[in-house]
């Protein structure tokens, strides 16, 4: 069990504790205590808006600000976040720990590219401002550190006006991997937001087949509708029982999906879906059952040709254990804090059932695959890579541990995840 804290007063509650947490979204063990009993500090009641630039779009807030709320503020007025990841209750502390990325990456980059300004509490205790040009090493660790360079405890982002608070939507049915990696890429060069879902769970030539997605912010002139921020959302009221969710009922699901985008359509799209889809489904993890799932994404870098991620493809329909779900991007920025995911390539965000050992044996397969190939994972997604693994495709650990001893002598500052992979003692 945690000593969880949570407070309007982030800079009082972040003083005795050794790491804080958001919204709990990230799927492994960054924001769970390195031991039992460690204190941690909640930030979501820190959520206060500090100023807003009119002119500039500069936003300055505390930590624990939810996209939602974000959202639900600056939309209607013409703003939003350049990059906004698969949900959005998330906090702005998460989103720069994490560095995350949106369907736009080969366009605006990470979170992390928008990110101006962080004042943060150190391990030491002490209170400090950082940014590209003040304290930059600092600045760039706490970028994608996964919350181990200290507490953030307000940040400063830039805006991006919007024409209208519209996605306007092309839908692509594909039945090809090889296409669909080509299509993504061709996409990418018109469209702002592209992302592709993939049914892993089809047999023989349907294995792969999906749908493509791009969309753009919708011009004033085809938004002719009022947009309503007020969304249903139904609930998950029950773990289902893994009996409802085997890998029968999954390829059905699969199929459907895939049924349901046999046409190729175009039109206005309301942002929650377009952006959010998973969230109109409160507690939609239930649905994996008692023993859950696990996810697994890695970007497997790519230049001009498209065979390590074809490779890849074929690794998976290996795997001991179904692969539910398959998320596709295209990435083209490197990230920009110093252990950030990001990479020039391809990402794939797996779905997998938790099964003991096989599992296991899964991710460590697509791990070996990440080396060989010069790849990375996710960390924020992480709870099965093995130290020895991560080390081996990061060369840039080293460095991190180094820097963070500089502000954290003692180290104080430590979660689940800092310890089974960065040799932070328990
Ligand atoms: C349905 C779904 C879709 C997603 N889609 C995407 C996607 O498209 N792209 C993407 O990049 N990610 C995606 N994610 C992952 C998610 O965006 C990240 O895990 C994000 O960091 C979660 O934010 P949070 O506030 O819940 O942080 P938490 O999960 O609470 O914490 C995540 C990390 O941030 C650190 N942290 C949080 N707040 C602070 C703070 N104030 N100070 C210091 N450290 C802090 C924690 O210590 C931890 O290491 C998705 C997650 C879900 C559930």
């Keep these: 069990m945690a000593d969880e804290r949570l407070s309007e007063n982030l800079e009082r509650i972040t003083r005795e504790a050794t790491l804080t947490r958001g919204l709990g979204r990230s799927y492994g063990d960054a924001s769970l205590p390195h031991a039992s009993g460690a204190r ?52 702005l502390g998460g989103m720069v720990a994490s560095d995350v990325h949106g369907k736009n990456q080969h366009v605006e980059g990470d979170f992390g590219h928008h990110v101006r300004w962080i004042r943060l509490r150190l391990g030491s205790g002490e209170i400090v401002e950082c940014s590209e040009t003040v304290e930059p090493e600092l600045f760039f660790a706490t970028i994608g550190g996964m919350g181990l360079t200290g507490h953030i405890l307000e940040v400063e982002i830039q805006m991006q006006r919007v024409e209208s608070p519209w996605i306007w939507q092309r839908r692509e049915r594909i039945h090809d991997v090889a296409i669909t990696l080509r299509r993504l890429r061709e996409a990418g060069e018109q469209w702002p937001f592209t992302v592709a879902w993939l049914d892993l769970l089809a047999d023989g030539r349907d294995f792969g087949r999906g749908a493509l997605m791009c969309g753009r912010w919708a011009t004033r002139a085809e938004a002719t509708k009022p947009l309503s921020l007020q969304v249903k959302r139904r609930a998950v009221p029950v773990d289902v029982p893994g009996i409802v969710l085997n890998r029968r009922a999954m390829r059905l699901f699969n199929a459907v999906q895939f049924k349901w985008s046999q046409r190729d359509s175009e039109g206005l799209e309301h942002p929650e879906t377009f952006f959010y889809p998973l969230d109109k489904l409160l507690d939609w993890n239930r649905m994996y059952g008692k023993w859950g799932f696990i996810q697994h994404q890695a970007v497997i870098p790519c230049d001009d040709s498209i065979e390590p991620a074809l490779q890849y493809f074929d690794l998976i329909r290996t795997l001991e254990v179904p692969v539910y779900l398959c998320v596709l991007k295209d990435c083209a920025h490197e990230g920009r804090g110093t252990i950030s995911f990001p990479l020039q390539g391809y990402t794939f965000a797996l779905d997998l059932p938790f099964r003991p050992d096989a599992t296991q044996r899964a991710v460590d397969r697509l791990n070996e695959f990440v080396i060989e190939n010069g790849g990375r994972i996710y960390l924020t997604k992480d709870g099965h890579t093995r130290a020895e693994h991560l080390r081996a495709m990061d060369p840039r650990l080293d460095g991190f541990n180094e820097l963070r001893r500089r502000w954290d002598p003692e180290g104080r500052i430590r979660s689940a995840l800092s310890v089974r992979l960065l040799g932070d003692t328990p």
Excluded: C, D, H, M
């Design 40 to 91: 941690i500090a909640n930030s979501v009641l820190a959520n206060r808006l500090i100023s807003f630039n009119l002119e500039t779009g500069a936003l300055r807030a505390e930590a624990g600000l939810s996209l939602q709320s974000l959202k639900e503020i600056f939309l209607p007025r013409g703003w939003f976040t350049p990059v906004t990841p698969g949900t959005q209750f998330v906090t």
